[in-house]
Nanobody, 129 residues
């Protein structure tokens, strides 16, 4: 059974950086598109970035373009979200999720939460001085 575990969150000053990790034990993530989503208190869940399974193509939200980078290390069975130039509005709980639909194996991932059917517990990111 696929279990996703996020790590790397914390408190950082504006302009700082963090790298989030999404790992799975026992189940390879190679065949799944992986997405990062975030949700701040009182706000709707927002798609941040995703990486496709076969092609490795990525898709980023406009709000993070040029600042966040998603990548995967298949040898470590881990997907990363490198977050630079962090802003207070980036404060949220960040979740990784897997799209396990085999019909989308060769498609570019989309930042639609309904496509993702396996979710981690999340890691908190707080950007504050």
């Amino acid at each position: 059974q696929l279990q996703l575990v996020e790590s790397g969150g914390g408190l950082v000053q504006p302009g700082g950086s963090l790298r989030l990790s999404c790992a799975s034990s026992g189940v390879t993530l190679d065949n799944y598109a992986i997405g990062w989503f975030r949700q701040a208190p009182g706000k709707e869940r927002e798609g941040v970035a995703c990486i496709s399974s076969s092609s490795g193509r990525t898709n980023d939200a406009d709000s993070v373009k040029g600042r966040f980078t998603i990548s995967r290390d298949n040898a470590k069975n881990t997907v990363y979200l490198q977050m630079n130039s962090l802003k207070p509005e980036d404060t949220a709980k960040y979740y990784c999720a897997a799209d396990r639909n085999p019909l989308r194996l060769y498609s570019r991932c989309q930042l639609s939460a309904s496509r993702f059917d396996s979710w981690g517990q999340g890691t908190q990111v707080t950007v504050s001085s």
